[in-house]
């Protein structure tokens, strides 16, 4: 039977215990609030941060390519060193680690930190590290993560490197300041939250540790880059740096060039290399001073891939073409893309705004009768020059004369690709707003007239104030092949974002690639340097560009490829800075690219054929 | 009875009171967690969110807890605790996580978050000790099965539970009508075997610690507790501009949570909590009295011991009268278990109150 009288007595009891711990809050809060609250003020606990082992990162097969080790960090507690100990500390750490010269020791022993780290001990035998913490009470072994790029210099702009943080890491990274690192570059730093992980805590209530939270690992982060084509990829642009010195008298030694491999389907990044480039593991142990400035003039340190600003020249000649197509504006007196203008190798039109009266072909002969498919793998400049003509004739000094950069900006001219990389630049797509702002930001830049006809002729070839970077270039021809325009990513779990989508039919985008393909095969301005495919090289395509560089800078060397005609996978862009013409040395250096994407025999990287 | 309208609230007749004073306490321990974070950002590693989440799922609980009829229930409890005592079993084949073997990790399945099973026990525990005493006539395998369980929890190791769990089965089979010299003789004969198997090194060295830390009279968060509770004064720290330091107490927001309330709401916002469960004791208390079925009166009383014997257990660690247990103090302490095993316990209650036609 339930015993209610029972119950009462443990409810009596309860009460008691409440009245009894009531008592005792009230006197803590009350008569002993005046003690505690001195003791708090006194108290003082220090924080200890230990590192957390950042995530590891993968290629598209699983290969590692940046790894942490954790390894065992010797510390010595610095509140537990008298005058009376110190000497036998100092001895002991003389004793077993001659590698310490003796200023550093003194360091460690003059700084005012609460732990102060000693030496490494990974190369250190277990018998020794455990001798050191059971007999000596100050010192402390704490596993620390050391960060290593397994290929070295081979992802050295994708990885990016780790520094010290400053203070604005600080602020924008809420792990930095207990991790004491931060990435600086590069996914590295693109990932900085998700690879971090959390700093551990060491708490210390004077000389004694009286709370410790272990660190928490950060993410492992997955590519979609291909270890085997990254290397290739490197290979071949350095034969392409390589040749195009070799190649011609050049004022200049050319040292700068950008590639990427966009796949087409996905939109990831396969592979993407800039050259010169360095080795991120440097950083971790420490880089020299001198070794730092080196690199830094040679520019290592930026990804060209997404930070280098060229004029795109020919290649960018199929916004043009999807303009022609889609707008149906031809040259004067043309209406359909298979009807002809005859090029002489020149074309003067009379402007009243003061441009430029005859615009030369870089061919003086000329490209005799051309059509648009001829236009493209002839890369006749007067075919373009038309185009650009009759929009002028057309929309000139209306609200309709953006048309060529508003089709720009569609396949994401002077917008970001928005790839998970940081310090992505944007390029300049021209018009005469920016002319305007120019005239006052950037007096002497512009002419006092303003964006002028000549303009415009020059921004379809490519040419005049116009600057892309190789992945907007790649992304641009990815964009015309799907309609999409995503963000590039080299995180094969990113969220894609859609930039914007464009109208283009399949029937287009078969033009399109069929032109394309004119090019690498007999009469087009790459057919030299793809013509050891042999038969191979009629389902390959691309599109060649030479751009024009202010002041005694060579030309700029353009390839944009594409691995298949009839089933397009891959978008291979080329840049070698100050590489000459496009056909001669970064389209071959995209051939080498595309044997080993179609698993072909690789071949050197030859010199092609001088066109533009 | 048992046809009861089916509404969203539950069945018809969910008691307004034990539904309004559940959700309350959680609302308390939201602000008190609000003060332990520097900013609300929705993600699953911000406390205050997870804790919030871990609310509403605990008012389903409630009220899914509340369709469960009295009779249907009273029939599952053998079932329950055999399930309960095999999910315990399973324990011992996990690998331990910070050296015990008390969660299951349910990362593997894509879950990020640990179950605790003794959580839920406890409660199985109570239903079938409230079935074995009303039946009136106890068998031996069934007073098995307690000490089986016990066990179970005991070698995890978790000191605490084991220690809730024994006052627990002690008071409740103190309010059946035994015979008082059986009771005690039973109780310290548990008690005795307790020792001795700490005698015996069965223990973790960490639990060791913990007992030998407190002997030696100076467990750091125990001593930090008690100043972050002073520096509360009467009023608190949360509603003025404080001119105290921080304490920094080690798991603060879990365990020692309530010294984190007193400290933001001081003397007269722990007398308000503790008269708010005082309440809610005596509202059951009158069920107890008025209900004519004897598993009934069992099952509230069994509960209201667990509840309360929790609290205590906490509030003693926490003012370091006794060692550390990690006993979490119900609806205040961070984490899900914990209040999913207390919005059963609320559920139970509310299904008690629903059939004896108590709505507010």
């Known amino acids: ?612 | 009875m048992i046809n009861r309208k089916i509404t969203i609230l539950g069945p018809e007749g969910t008691n307004l009171y034990i539904l309004l004073q559940f959700m309350l306490f959680n609302v308390i321990s939201w602000f008190t967690l609000f003060s332990s974070i520097e900013s609300i950002e929705f993600e699953t590693s911000n406390i205050l969110t997870r804790q919030i989440v871990f609310s509403l799922i605990g008012i389903i609980v409630f009220f899914l807890t509340t369709y469960l009829s009295i009779e249907n229930l009273y029939n599952l409890i053998n079932s329950l605790f055999l399930l309960s005592i095999s999910v315990l079993l399973g324990l011992l084949f996990t690998a331990p996580i910070l050296g015990v073997r008390r969660w299951y990790d349910l990362e593997p399945v894509g879950l990020p978050i640990f179950i605790q099973p003794s959580e839920f026990s406890k409660i199985i525990l109570v239903l079938f000790i409230a079935k074995i005493l009303s039946q009136n006539s106890f068998k031996l395998i069934a007073i098995l099965g307690v000490l089986v369980n016990l066990f179970l929890i005991f070698i995890q190791p978790d000191l605490g539970t084991t220690m809730l769990l024994l006052i627990v089965t002690s008071l409740m089979f103190f309010v059946s009508d035994i015979k008082l010299r059986s009771a005690v003789l039973g109780f310290l004969l548990i008690f005795l075997s307790f020792f001795l198997f700490l005698e015996f090194n069965f223990l973790g060295d960490y639990q060791i610690s913990r007992i030998t830390d407190f002997f030696s009279g100076d467990d750091f968060s125990q001593t930090q507790s008690r100043l972050s509770i002073s520096s509360g004064s009467l009023f608190g720290t949360y509603f003025t501009e404080s001119q105290i330091t921080e304490v920094f107490v080690p798991v603060q927001t879990t365990d020692f949570i309530f010294s984190l309330y007193a400290r933001n709401f001081g003397f007269f916002g722990a007398i308000l909590l503790l008269s708010l469960w005082i309440l809610f004791f005596f509202r059951v208390n009158r069920i107890i009295k008025r209900t004519q079925i004897e598993f009934e009166k069992y099952l509230l009383s069994g509960l209201l011991i667990l509840l309360g014997v929790q609290i205590f257990i906490n509030l003693l660690t926490i003012l370091g009268f006794i060692p550390l247990t990690g006993i979490a103090f119900p609806l205040l302490s961070l984490g899900g278990s914990s209040i999913f095993s207390t919005a059963i316990i609320f559920g139970l209650i509310n299904r008690v109150f629903i059939e004896n036609n108590i709505v507010v």
């Open chain 1, 1 to 612: 039977m339930f015993n209610q009288r029972r119950l009462k007595y443990i409810f009596l009891t309860f009460f008691i215990l409440l009245a009894f711990v009531l008592i005792d809050i009230f006197q803590l809060q009350t008569s002993e609030f005046e003690s505690t609250s001195q003791i708090i003020d006194q108290q003082n606990l220090d924080k200890f941060y230990i590192t957390a082992p950042r995530g590891e990162i993968f290629d598209v097969n699983g290969e590692k390519i940046a790894e942490t080790k954790l390894e065992p960090h010797l510390f010595i507690n610095m509140r537990k060193i008298t005058n009376q100990n110190s000497s036998d500390y100092k001895q002991v750490i003389q004793y077993n680690f001659p590698e310490l010269t003796t200023k550093k020791i003194n360091e460690i022993f003059e700084s005012e930190d609460i732990l102060h780290f000693v030496i490494n001990l990974s190369s250190v035998e277990y018998e020794v590290r455990n001798n050191l913490i059971t007999n000596f009470d100050a010192f402390l072994i704490i596993d620390l993560p050391i960060r290593s790029y397994i290929k070295n210099e081979l992802f050295s702009h994708t990885l990016g490197y780790l520094g010290i943080p400053n203070q604005d890491e600080f602020n924008k990274f809420q792990n930095a300041f207990g991790n004491n690192e931060v990435g600086k570059n590069g996914l590295e730093r693109y990932y900085e939250e998700y690879l971090s992980g959390i700093p551990g805590e060491l708490i210390f209530s004077g000389s004694e540790i009286v709370d410790a939270k272990q660190p928490i690992p950060g993410n492992d982060l997955f590519l979609s880059i291909d270890s085997s084509t990254q290397l290739v990829t490197k290979e071949s642009l350095q034969q392409g740096i390589d040749l195009a010195n070799k190649s011609f008298e050049s004022q200049n030694v050319i040292k700068r060039g950008a590639a990427v491999v966009l796949d087409i389907e996905s939109g990831n990044i396969v592979s993407m290399v800039s050259l010169p480039d360095f080795d991120p593991n440097k950083f971790v142990s420490g880089i020299s001073d001198f070794e730092y400035k080196q690199l830094d003039r040679d520019q290592a340190f930026n990804n060209f891939a997404i930070q280098g600003l060229y004029p795109p020249g020919s290649v960018f000649k199929v916004v043009a073409y999807w303009l022609a197509l889609s707008e149906n504006i031809f040259p004067q007196g043309l209406d359909n893309k298979d009807s002809k203008v005859d090029c002489e190798g020149s074309l003067s039109f009379g402007f009243d705004d003061g441009s430029q009266q005859v615009y030369n072909d870089w061919k003086p002969e000329g490209h005799g009768k051309v059509d648009l498919t001829n236009a493209i793998k002839q890369s006749c400049n007067v075919y373009f020059w038309d185009i650009a003509l009759n929009i002028w004739r057309n929309f000139g000094n209306t609200k309709g004369e953006s048309l060529l950069q508003e089709y720009s900006k569609e396949l994401g001219f002077s917008e970001k690709t928005n790839i998970d990389l940081p310090f992505e630049k944007v390029g300049i797509i021209p018009d005469r707003d920016l002319f305007e702002e120019w005239k006052i930001s950037r007096p002497g830049l512009v002419r006092e007239e303003g964006w002028l006809g000549g303009d415009l002729m020059n921004l379809i070839i490519g040419q005049g104030a116009i600057t892309t970077t190789p992945l907007q270039v790649a992304n641009a021809y990815r964009t015309l092949l799907t309609g999409e325009n995503l963000s590039p990513t080299l995180n094969i779990n990113a969220e894609k974002i859609t930039n914007n989508t464009i109208n283009v039919s399949d029937e287009f985008i078969s033009f399109l690639l069929k032109d394309l393909n004119t090019v690498t095969n007999k009469g087009g301005t790459a057919y030299v340097s793809f013509s050891i495919l042999g038969t191979k090289a009629n389902d390959i395509g691309g599109k060649t560009g030479t751009a024009q560089n202010a002041g005694d800078k060579n030309n700029t060397s353009w390839f944009v490829g594409v691995d298949s005609i009839s089933n397009p996978k891959y978008i291979i862009a080329t840049v070698v800075d100050e590489g000459g013409s496009g056909s001669a040395v970064a389209a071959p250096v995209s051939r080498r690219i595309i044997q080993h994407l179609l698993g072909y025999e690789l071949t050197p990287v030859e010199f092609g054929e001088i066109t533009e």
